[in-house]
């Protein structure tokens, strides 16, 4: 046990270590300045934009980069709605899978557009290599790069003392594709394909295995695939049991690989902040506030997963491998762990084991990783998150001290704060008011057939579909029967409000404090780069979540801890 400690706490520190340089070459690529890919990558992106017609050149306001972004992006979701429900006769379909139907194309295509991959199908059998290619990877790489581009839009807005010119969207976009997703995601896929994920076209293939079984096994392009889900943080498995499937993490090796590929943007990003800015103090707080929350969750949850079951160990059962159900022995309780509250922290959502089987306070951490959806988080949101609540840390903390709350040499006034405020309520309201319709309709209607638990894992489960829909995570306790027109189309509306308004209101905010006068720092300033100012927007953060969600989960998770004793 102590060798797989050990293991994460290497994982962790190798992570941290690659992600500092890296986010000194992603300041340099946001700034223009020059980079090693530029002779392979710049005639490239020449190409794009001369075909397109978009003028890299032009410098856009707020306003203009967030109606590039949407109408982007709504163009991607007309193309994946066309491709899931067609799929059965277009190509690359050996295995003859159908089409989805039309509620399960639009809960899918929302997902993967949102960076969420909320997967309501199996996905070996339910999606063709076709739509796995040029429908899932392609929204693998540009709901990634939306999220980039638009914190780089912020970037700017925070830079600038006084400007409407926030650099270009598509610029930013294209330059997060090319310059950091796919260099990345190639080297990731290969270290896969070598280690025995299946890079190919073939179909499925007739196995025997040790036991004697005849099975299918289903192959095609996975390597590709797994690689840009982890690095663009979006978690859509390859195979329905996703990371912990033997074929998509085939070893202890791989799965130190994907748990590093899923963390190194969102922890570089803030590296990246810190450059950009030409304010590193300011950086490393952001990254001291997001890793001692990251660090409550993830240490208590090993702790229950190695020590296990307190109700098996009555039964005088050895726990010496920790809480093993749901989870593989290839890479033990300690791991499966930690990977548990990386995916959710960051809303990657990939999984090596089955959080349903996790320990009730474990799938209590997994959720409050989620609803707190700002320690690391996603490409590009998840900063974003956190600049809401360093805009609500600001305006209180002028307050308690009777000074004009500024940042970054901009006055925090009415306006910021409503869009803050109204970003900040917006997160719970989703999660909160589908737990209690999906809660009324099962009361109503106990046999409709959605949960496998009842009693407070059952209210666990509809909680966390809607926690991870909500924190573009996908994720789930799959004791819940999701593939249905109410769970289609509820969480589909969850997963395009809580996507897309999040990132409008911080751009919003930062677009709005840029066209003010700048106001040069003074003794008076509020000093935003200390760890007293961490520390308070910590406390923001934690009192706004549990305030939140406190009752909710007394009556999941927390009620169904007490029930082993």
Not at 303 to 330: C, F, H, Q, T
Not at 531 to 540: E, K, L, N
């Amino acid at each position: 046990m102590n060798s797989e400690l050990l293991g994460i706490i290497f994982t962790f520190a190798i992570t941290l270590a690659l992600a500092i340089p890296f986010g000194k070459y992603i300041s340099n690529v946001y700034a223009g300045e020059q980079t090693l890919l530029d002779p392979i990558f710049n005639p490239i992106e020449k190409l794009f934009f001369k075909v397109s017609g978009i003028d890299a050149g032009q410098q856009l306001n707020w306003k203009q980069n967030l109606m590039a972004l949407l109408v982007i992006n709504l163009i991607w979701f007309l193309l994946a709605m066309f491709i899931l429900l067609n799929q059965g006769w277009l190509p690359w379909n050996p295995d003859g899978n159908p089409n989805m139907t039309p509620d399960l194309a639009f809960n899918t295509a929302i997902s993967f557009l949102v960076n969420c991959n909320l997967q309501h199908y199996s996905g070996e059998t339910g999606a063709t290599y076709f739509s796995q290619t040029f429908c899932f990877m392609f929204l693998h790489f540009v709901s990634a790069a939306t999220g980039l581009a638009a914190l780089a839009v912020v970037f700017n807005a925070m830079k600038e003392k006084t400007t409407e010119q926030l650099g270009n969207f598509y610029v930013y976009f294209i330059k997060s594709n090319t310059r950091i997703l796919l260099p990345l995601s190639i080297v990731v896929a290969t270290l896969l394909s070598m280690n025995g994920t299946p890079m190919n076209i073939e179909g499925k293939e007739t196995i025997t295995t040790l036991q004697g079984d005849t099975i299918q096994m289903s192959r095609g392009p996975a390597a590709a695939l797994i690689a840009i889900k982890h690095v663009g943080t979006n978690g859509g498995g390859y195979f329905g049991a996703n990371s912990a499937h033997p074929l998509e993490n085939p070893n202890y090796f791989t799965n130190l690989i994907e748990m590093i590929a899923q963390t190194i943007i969102p922890i570089a990003m803030i590296f990246a902040l810190g450059y950009y800015l030409k304010r590193k103090k300011l950086a490393w707080m952001i990254f001291g506030v997001m890793t001692v929350g990251f660090l409550m969750l993830v240490t208590p949850t090993v702790y229950y997963e190695v020590n296990g079951n307190p109700a098996i160990e009555k039964l005088g059962i050895d726990l010496s491998a920790g809480a093993m159900e749901g989870k593989e022995v290839r890479f033990g309780s300690a791991a499966s762990a930690y990977w548990s509250i990386v995916t959710t922290i960051i809303s990657t959502g990939s999984v090596n084991a089955m959080h349903d089987s996790t320990m009730p306070l474990s799938g209590l951490n997994q959720l409050l990783a989620m609803m707190v959806n700002a320690f690391y988080g996603g490409c590009g949101v998840g900063i974003l998150n956190f600049y809401i609540f360093i805009i609500i840390a600001v305006f209180i903390s002028g307050l308690m001290v009777g000074r004009t709350p500024e940042f970054l040499g901009k006055k925090i006034e009415a306006k910021e704060m409503k869009i803050a405020m109204v970003v900040a309520l917006l997160h719970p309201l989703l999660i909160l008011a589908g737990t209690a319709l999906s809660s009324y309709v099962f009361t109503k209607d106990p046999t409709i057939g959605w949960l496998n638990n009842p009693a407070f894992h059952g209210f666990s489960e509809m909680l966390y579909e809607y926690t991870s829909s909500a924190a573009n995570n996908g994720s789930g306790f799959e004791g819940l029967g999701d593939n249905n027109v109410f769970w289609n189309l509820t969480t589909g509306l969850v997963l395009i409000f809580s996507r897309f308004l999040p990132i409008i209101g911080p751009v919003a905010i930062a677009g709005i404090l840029a066209n003010k006068k700048y106001v040069p720092e003074s003794a008076g300033t509020l000093k935003t780069d200390t760890a007293t100012f961490g520390m308070m927007v910590f406390a923001v953060i934690i009192i706004l979540a549990l305030l939140s969600f406190f009752p909710a989960l007394a009556l999941g998770p927390i009620a169904e801890y007490f029930t082993l004793y």
